[in-house]
């Protein structure tokens, strides 16, 4: 038997490192088709506001070469909903359950994540910062560490629940966003959340998506991804989880290769439903392959030239 | 809605931008099938990761051990269908989607289906589910531009003949082939025209459905329509897909076209 | 006949839009089996030093889905063997010359500018500050304001030569960096840069690039640089050169759609070296079908939602 | 080196993970080639982006119209051309590189090429192009990990038995064929046994010919290394290939393997 557990906080330890990414895999139990929730390291839901909300006009998405834009524009069902009807179907299936949240000012964040540290059935929470920040003029909380770092603190101070804050990769320093909310009381940093795209259609002469921009993830930005992931390793002694175009087991090995403890996928679960729970049996399968019998001792193996 | 392994089994060339492709499934899809549902289809072959998403296409006609799509070559994914071997491996999802309401239509006194270009695969698939099974009469309209863009016209003719209960009308923009102009106004005249009321099940162009939504709420006739959008997932986990309901409020305004549709009783949605 | 002349700078007039990019068209010559020099927008040279460079050592490159990844480190035959060199041939075959070029100090820079100033046959200079600058700790020139915009006003003094300036993606504000070197004294901005990316191998269990980290360019990227060109152009006057996965004719359009004056080909010409002439051929042919008599008029004609 | 949309005449299978595959190309092609360049194929049919690059294969034999190389199946886009169908048309770029320097080659005494696994390919290029002019007394000696990974060798069996200058000899690893060991151990013996002083032309894994640039300058012989590399352009633009020189210094210390090369003097290289 292979171990592939991995612990991403105290009190959040996963059977496997494979994860879903938010606002890939709905509210979970729409892949019940396709695969088990159990299977699965964890299910991170759509990310969630305290009010339902309705998002951006379509057109919304766009495919791009080996990578897809969206500006579905954080539409979600409001939290209430998600813990009425969504909650107990996950309990139900024994998925482990992260939930995506977030707000337009700091006290939306808090007062959020004051509702979900109250309800039992939920693993942990992912604090998604690429939201912009009402107050101050629409600037994102996750492209300034300070402002970043002081949403952190502000729902840390609210919660018991493992914290995971997602950073965007829309910045000049990963690594500095990194710190400020690892220093902030983050117990886990994932990354990335889409890069900021844009396509426009010759037929027409507009934009394709009616936000005009939109968020870039599939394939295209695995190397960004991995540089990020790599880069935030060298400045945080915190587990980090690795996103973007993961679409394979390979794909996945190389996030937890470079030392990421644990991996979302996303764009790949639109492809291939079942790509998450395959991805799982594939790390398992290359691990055995190689005699390695925990994945722990594979995480973070990678041999660095020695100049650097 | 079901993940598989297909193997093409044929492509046809239609005319020169379109072609059918028949498609391997298993027993389960064909036992699950609905008329009007669609699937979605790899169209990375060989293990390309460009195009990336797969692309969603009506069921065009069921096969014993396969089903045939009816593929208007529009673009790059459309453009790799059209070059597809014989034996290529393809990964397909579905059927997926809600499909015709079968048992509403044949409830009507009377259905009349409309197709636009290539909007007749899934009118195809529900003319066949209709014709299998009890129906009340039937009148199929279908629309091109010019004579030699229309679709399964010989077949469709073949079907009028043999069929008593079915009367088939076609317009072409350009007059090549039957009336000259728009099959929505083929529709307008059968309305005016008195007799039973009918239920409309229509696919096209998006300005067609509009038009005939319109229609159908001045003639006080149930109208469904098969709508089409981008989607990256197709069974409505992605959000990417939706169109705006008519009830809705602030909060909740959509409908997403993969999973609540593709086919929408015309009065729930506000098109324009 | 349709004009496609497009104005950079006064004094800078290209006879079509197509530039090539620097760094993937050698220093121009090597592409004479391929196409005429002649026929493009512009020859954009590989990025050259005062000294030669011996760059990176090997592994510099790695496919990934619809890109590469480049850790070439600036490899260069230096100013010196340039002019004697190549540039004559450059004048002989009538190109229109763009010296993209770098130093690791500000000093290095203004050095090099004076030198390719009294240069005839040099039609304008493209100044790449995607360079780590040594005096302030290695940090990139490309990646503050301040320091961009101190190193673009030291080289306008030395300089009457046509000036574009080339930003790097890897910053939160793309449109804050477009400001200040248009206001230090640039005549352009191009962009995009590469995106800083990554790759690993899992068979080694080492980073593929002996830099570790390197240039992601190609399709990949496209999105992202459309959306930098649109924001830049959103808050300055200045002509943009869009840069970034242009593969086709149509990608090309959509940069011009977008409102860039003119577009450069990266990766694209090491798949298809006659490529930058084929996509003059195609803008043209675009052109003439939809009786647009000037590239100028389909130059940011974009048509925005009316939200925005 | 010229541009050219080519033709994909035969696929033939050798080894579960080798295969020829044979290209149309213009005559000026084949004018201009010399044995050891190569050249550049697009594995991205079908207007896929990816994979983006062109993949660097040497020219193991040239046709009347055409030519063919010898490909074995290690990742994305071999695996896509194994798979392609005959009739597909691909973007090609060549003939790239310097190839063998024939009038050095064939003005030493003798001969010795040396193939290792698929380097077998631009070495049966040169063994055709030698045996179609004059030429020394050829030795040649190819190697693989056990019998069945050897290729083309009933071929070159053919040739050693038809042409007197010519004498084969084989090494797999595990001694299913011919010598046990090592193809450097079958040199190592040749250059020890005395004789007329060879020229060595070789191509195979780079441990191999890191052996051979060894034992042919402790016999003082020439030794002709044709090496591989990723390569993004492979015409010396990208500056992706390089590998060190022996004299570089530390402001020039490289080659361009698709331009310099592939094909170097052993002593001009510091491949350690
Ligand atoms: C439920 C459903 C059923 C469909 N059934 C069929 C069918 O039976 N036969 C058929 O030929 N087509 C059908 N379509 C449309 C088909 O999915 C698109 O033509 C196809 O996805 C285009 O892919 P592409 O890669 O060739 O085009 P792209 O290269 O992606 O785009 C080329 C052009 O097509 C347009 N386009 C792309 N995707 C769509 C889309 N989903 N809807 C509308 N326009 C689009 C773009 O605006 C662009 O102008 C259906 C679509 C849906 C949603
Ligand atoms: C001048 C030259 C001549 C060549 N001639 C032949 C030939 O005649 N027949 C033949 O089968 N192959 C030849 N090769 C090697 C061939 O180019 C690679 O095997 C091919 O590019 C791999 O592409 P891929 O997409 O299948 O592999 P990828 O999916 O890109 O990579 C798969 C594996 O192959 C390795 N690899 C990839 N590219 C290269 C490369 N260029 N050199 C070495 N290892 C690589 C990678 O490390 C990886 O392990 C030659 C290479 C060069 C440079
Ligand atoms: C359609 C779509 C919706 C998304 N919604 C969310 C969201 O609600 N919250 C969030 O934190 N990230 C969201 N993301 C980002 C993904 O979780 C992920 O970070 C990103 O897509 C990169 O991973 P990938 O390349 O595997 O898709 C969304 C991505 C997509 C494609
Ligand atoms: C191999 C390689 C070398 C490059 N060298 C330089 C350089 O010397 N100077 C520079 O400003 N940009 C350099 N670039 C960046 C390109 O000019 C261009 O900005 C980038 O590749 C994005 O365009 P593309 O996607 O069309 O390739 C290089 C890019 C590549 C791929
Ligand atoms: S296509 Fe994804 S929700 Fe409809
Ligand atoms: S492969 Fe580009 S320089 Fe050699």
Sequence with gaps: MIDLSVSLAPGLCLKNPVMTASGTFGYGREYEPYLELDQLGAVVTKGLSLLPKAGNPPPRIMETPCGMLNAIGLENIGVEAFLRDELPGLKAAKATVVVNFFGETVDEYVELAGILDREAGIDALEINISCPNVKAGGLQFGTDPEMAAGLVAAVRRQTSLPLITKLSPNVTDIAGMAVAVAEAGSDCISLINTLTGMAVDLQSGRPVLANVTGGLSGPAIKPVALRMVYQVLQKVKIPVIGIGGITSARDALEFLLVGATAVQIGTGNFVNPAVAAEIAAGIEAFLRERSISRVSEFIGSLQLPESC | MILFHSTVLQRETITPDTFS?????????????????????????????????????????????????????????????????????????????????????????????????????????????????????????????????????????????QEKGLQLSIATDDGSVGHHGLVTELVSWQLKSGGEKPVICACGPLPMLIALGKLAAEASCSCYLSLESRMACGFGVCLGCVTRKKTGDDRHPWVKICQDGPVFDAETLRLL
Aim: glycine share 10%; aromatic share 4%.
């Design chain 2, 21 to 161: 492709i028949r498609l391997s499934c298993p027993k389960e899809f064909l036992q699950r099938f609905n008329p009007g549902q669609f699937v979605m289809v790899d169209v990375a072959v060989s293990s390309h990761l460009d195009p990336l998403l797969k692309r969603p296409f009506s069921v065009c006609r069921l096969r014993d051990d396969s089903f045939e799509l009816l593929v208007k070559a529009v673009g790059r994914g459309t453009g790799i269908l059209q070059q597809v071997a014989a034996g290529t491996v393809l990964s397909v999802h579905g059927p997926l989607g809600n499909g015709f309401p079968l048992a509403t239509i044949t409830g009507k006194p009377k259905i009349m289906l409309v197709a636009g270009g290539i909007g007749i695969a899934p009118i195809f698939s529900l003319l066949n589910g209709l014709l299998a099974s009890g129906h009340p009469p039937l009148e199929l309209i279908v629309g091109a531009r010019t004579a030699a863009e229309l679709l399964c016209t010989d077949e469709l003719r073949k079907r009028a003949d």
